[in-house]
């Protein structure tokens, strides 16, 4: 194994560990909880080559579905990743997946926010159409239950990635981050 492999596969470890302590950060508002997964997921999507962000949270979504209680509220199991939140967990894919390919670690606070704001938008679009799908909600209660209550909050996230990013610019030089 090269020095390159074993450090990448350090900070997969490491990123995966992040989500998974932050999604622990759970308040029940309903059907969807309030957690700090997506705060992690940010911090990690723009820290991270697109390779790594999304070996971390395909790691993160693999010790959940074989039961281990890194999901929101200490909880696991593969029913976690069929069930009516299910569109959330596989959105952090794409969250992840789209904002670390739009950032590096020279990108402008708006680029970050920006692309933060797209990944986080594809997550609530995957979320929300799963949940009325396999919940059988109304589209009105849907929106109620899984978009609306986390607007404002996911911003205030999206801003404090978007200022840890250009805090933490000088130590994480994305393009040598795996060098």
């Known amino acids: 194994m090269t020095n390159h492999s074993t450090k990448s596969l350090v900070y997969i470890a490491i990123g995966t560990a992040i989500i998974a302590a932050l999604s622990q950060v759970s308040l029940s508002i309903g059907p969807v909880p309030f957690t700090l997964q997506t705060l992690a997921i940010g911090l990690v999507a723009c820290l991270y080559k697109p390779k790594e962000a ?28 069929v069930g009516p939140t299910a569109g959330f967990l596989w959105g952090f894919l794409v969250y992840a997946a789209i904002t670390s390919a739009l950032t590096k670690s020279t990108s402008s606070p708006v680029t970050v926010f920006s692309a933060c704001l797209l990944g986080t938008a594809s997550c ?14 109304s589209w009105s209660d849907t929106l109620a239950w899984t978009v609306l209550p986390f607007i404002l909050p996911d ?23 795996f060098a």
């Open 54 to 81: 999304i070996a971390s949270l395909a790691l993160y979504l693999t010790l959940g579905a074989i039961g281990l209680p890194v999901f929101a509220g200490f909880s696991g199991g593969f029913a976690a990743l």
């Open 124 to 137: 609530f679009l995957l979320g929300c159409l799963v949940f009325k799908f396999v919940s059988g909600a």
């Open 155 to 177: 911003l205030a996230k999206i801003t404090l990635v978007t200022v840890c990013h250009r805090l933490l610019q000088p130590i994480t030089k994305k393009e040598a981050f």
